[in-house]
């Protein structure tokens, strides 16, 4: 089969790319944030003449798809198929011969839509960005109408989550790197870097030997693994006291309801309604304490206050700090006021975290507000997550990384 002259003009530039640096670059998935959804948009480059196509980012996401119609060089993958079988996590993936169907999902607008599994080029620049890595992808064609509920320019999601077909895992599977990525989100531009070998090489030795590492836990569903990222949050604190919470509720089972969870498509932290009562109520005393005004709530916010007379430092406004013990109390993700308040006008700053109900799918979702200018490093070797605090206490931001923002590199 003829391979399109496109494509072959990028694999010879990334050999030789590889050849010339010693193989030591960095690819990099620019991320920008839409200030309409609130969704984080990344770019990527698809087809045989390797057009950017943008895709609403979805952490815990089985895999990508783009809305049918974007490309002609796709080509149907067969059910039964070893790359089926992966796509449907082992079930029954259809008759000998025929098309593998999967279910693709559109998690923005709650939909849900069968769809053809595919392969086609999908090239991912450098960070330099004089070369671009192409690798044939699995991905999913699906209906127009998942469409529905992403931001405007956007043609499809990328599924970031754990499994063999997500596009990290694919990557690394075709280049030989090592099975990890890193994830840098701002309020305008970010970045996924889905090549993390060296965080050093990336980031800077200052932050990435900052960084602190819990397990990352595994969830069943059904016969199969969740693709979706669950850490151990054992406590709460505000202020340095932890919350009175039902434990239970923390811990992750297999019956659903439990756990926490890091989400790129949920905007703001969800809490239940019990957890969601208490960190409130504690954040409100605390807040009372340091002479913040209390104001009218602004939905979908409860916990309101005057910013006027707020005092501004490096990490945000000056608030009760929010903190997740995790394994043990030496190991906590701390939340200061720039990943806990949200400014709604003018005058108002609110808490950043939402009640979500008595039944919850989970009872701690981490939404993508309370990650921006953090580092989040995913290790799937290890089962492993590294976070850094704010960057804004080095004075930085996950949009310092983007490759729009770094000056061009020399060869």
Same mark, same amino acid.
């Given at each position: 089969m003829a391979v399109p002259? &496109?494509? !072959? /003009?990028?694999?010879?530039?990334? +050999?030789?790319s590889a050849l010339f640096h010693g193989g030591a670059f960095s690819l990099v998935i620019p991320v920008n944030k839409d200030s309409v959804t609130n969704q984080y948009l990344a770019t990527l480059y698809h087809g045989s003449q390797i057009k950017p196509v943008h895709l609403a980012v979805d952490l815990g996401g089985r895999f990508l798809?783009?809305? +049918? @119609?974007?490309?002609? &060089?796709?080509?149907?993958i067969l059910s039964r198929s070893i790359q089926c079988i992966a796509a449907v996590g082992g079930g029954r993936s259809g008759s000998s011969g025929s098309a593998c169907d999967v279910i693709a999902g559109n998690p923005f607008g709650d939909l849900e839509g069968k769809a053809v599994l595919v392969e086609d080029t999908v090239a991912v620049r450098s960070l330099d960005r004089s070369t671009a890595a192409v690798i044939v992808a699995l991905h999913s064609?699906?209906? =127009?109408? /998942?469409?529905? #509920?992403?931001a405007k320019s956007a043609k499809g999601v990328l599924g970031l989550g754990r499994n063999q077909i997500s596009l990290p895992a694919?990557?690394?599977?075709?280049?030989? !790197?090592?099975? =990890?990525?890193?994830? +840098?989100?701002?309020?305008?531009?970010? $970045? $996924?870097?889905? %090549?993390? #070998?060296? *965080?050093?090489?990336?980031?800077? &030795?200052e932050i990435s030997s900052s960084l602190t590492y819990t397990p990352i836990l595994t969830k069943k569903t059904d016969a199969s693994q969740s693709p979706e990222y669950f850490i151990?949050?054992?406590?709460?604190? $505000? %202020?340095?006291? =932890?919350?009175?919470?039902?434990? &239970?509720? *923390? %811990?992750? %089972?297999?019956?659903? @309801?439990?756990g926490t969870r890091l989400s790129t498509v949920v905007p703001y932290t969800t809490l239940g309604s019990s957890i969601f009562n208490s960190l409130t109520a504690a954040f409100r005393a605390a807040a009372a304490a340091m002479n913040m005004k209390e104001v009218a709530p602004v939905a979908p916010f409860e916990a309101c206050f005057e910013s006027e007379n707020m005092e501004m430092t490096a990490t945000g406004p000056k608030v009760p700090e929010i903190e997740l013990i995790l394994q043990s109390e030496m190991v906590g993700w701390k939340i200061n006021g720039r990943n806990s308040m949200v400014k709604v006008n003018d005058e108002t700053l609110c808490l950043g975290f939402v009640d979500g109900g008595l039944k919850p799918r989970n009872a701690v979702v981490l939404g993508g507000y309370q990650m921006e200018d953090i580092v989040l490093d995913f290790d799937m070797g290890t089962s492993m997550l590294g976070f850094s605090s704010s960057l804004l206490q080095r004075k930085k931001s996950c949009s310092e990384f983007s490759p729009e923002n770094l000056p061009i590199r020399a060869g």
């Open positions: 002259k &496109s494509r !072959f /003009l990028l694999l010879l530039l990334l +050999c030789f798809w783009m809305a +049918c @119609g974007g490309s002609s &060089s796709s080509r149907p064609c699906a209906p =127009r109408f /998942l469409l529905q #509920g992403l694919q990557i690394a599977t075709e280049l030989g !790197f090592h099975r =990890r990525f890193s994830v +840098c989100l701002s309020s305008t531009n970010g $970045v $996924v870097f889905p %090549d993390t #070998g060296n *965080l050093d090489s990336v980031y800077g &030795s151990n949050v054992k406590a709460i604190k $505000v %202020d340095g006291n =932890r919350l009175d919470l039902n434990k &239970s509720l *923390l %811990d992750l %089972d297999g019956g659903g @309801g439990g």
